[in-house]
């Protein structure tokens, strides 16, 4: 199979460039996956292997492109989340997939689904495959988004070994802080639970007793910011004026679904505590007929391993139901 070369800007597959400023049409797909993640390429790998014509529209916004490394994942530990998807980009070209750097701004259902792009596009598909991920919505703590993914963390299994044994603070935005701070104390035997906004009064006895248990030191009193020092972490600044030595700080993100296409669509969501998410079977398929999701879009704790076997496993759904559907189409011809 002729390996495809990526297309950006107002260029058709052929690589030819686009003689207007109209919504020209890319082509037909029998599968259009829409993140080009972790999730996205490996649905895209799966399908590409499987003849299937397939088309990428990757917006370029990965969730975890703060981080300089992902870890848990088997033979690729340590790894650069870029450099992961580098690869993945090549690995998906040599069977064909074709990948276009955009933006879907909007999808209509009819015979096949029409996939409307930010550069005037529109592209055709059988079926979609939707890996648009979430958005983290970090505490609005001076200090915080500027570190994160480096000494300002949310998950103990991403970076607990590379700071095992460091002071640890937990910056509390809700009463769901006490599971992390009791989680983190897995890594270290030095953590401080700072209860930002959150009043002592809002801890269960439960909570106390635990956090205690554990040696967690709880701290009432607004976090003002964070101290750093040579472009390290150094301590925790409260509102008081106090200040608190710390060198990993770790927050709970408030995630924000990427459900804007499943609305469109009118895919069922349910709520839970980090969102609404699409209403799935296990191999993702959604309420509508036709739409797949996988990694972040179907839920908040999906990490990069997570993503890439939905994105496998919604691919060979997809792939056993393109089948199906061309044979029954045969059979009533």
């Known amino acids: 199979m002729t390996q495809s070369k990526e297309l950006t800007g107002k260029k058709n597959p052929t690589g030819e460039k686009d003689p207007t400023g109209e919504k020209d049409p890319i082509g037909k797909y029998d599968v259009i996956v829409v993140g080009g993640g972790a999730a996205g ?31 848990g994942y088997l033979t690729r530990d340590g790894m650069p989340p870029a450099e992961f998807l580098a690869l993945g980009r090549e690995e998906i070209a040599r069977y064909g997939v074709e990948l276009v750097r955009d933006r879907v701004v909007d999808v209509a259902r009819g015979e096949d689904f029409a996939v409307e792009l930010a550069g005037g596009r529109t592209a055709h598909a059988r079926r979609l495959i939707v890996t648009t991920g979430l958005r983290d919505e970090l505490p609005t703590v001076p ?27 937990v910056l509390a935005s809700s009463p769901l802080s006490v599971h992390q701070a009791l989680m983190v104390s897995g890594w270290s035997d030095d953590v401080t639970l700072f209860l930002h906004t959150v009043a002592e009064r809002e801890l269960s006895d439960g909570d106390l007793r635990r956090l205690s248990a554990a040696g967690v030191k709880v701290v009432p009193g607004e976090v003002a910011g964070l101290r750093v020092e040579d472009d390290r972490l150094i301590g ?10 710390r060198s990993v700080v770790f927050v709970a993100p408030r995630a924000v679904p990427q459900t804007g296409l499943m609305e469109r669509l009118g895919a069922e969501l349910q709520e839970t505590p980090f969102g609404a998410y699409p209403v799935v079977d296990p191999t993702g398929r959604t309420t509508v007929p036709g739409v ?22 919604a691919a060979a759904a997809i792939v056993g139901d393109l089948i199906m559907s061309d044979l029954d189409a045969a059979l009533e011809a």
């Open 236 to 245: 925790v600044r409260l509102a008081d004026g106090s200040t608190h030595d």
């Open 292 to 313: 797949w999701t996988a990694g972040n879009a179907l839920g908040f704790g999906e990490q990069v391993v997570h993503a890439a076997s939905g994105g496998y496993r």
């Open 41 to 71: 390429l490996s649905a895209a790998l799966v399908l590409g292997r499987s003849r299937r014509r397939t088309l990428v529209v990757d917006a370029g916004e990965p969730r975890n492109a703060p981080s300089d490394h992902m870890q």
């Open 143 to 169: 200090g915080v988004a500027e570190r994160f993914g480096r000494d300002v963390l949310h998950c103990p299994f991403c970076h607990g070994w590379e700071v095992r044994d460091e002071r640890f603070g």
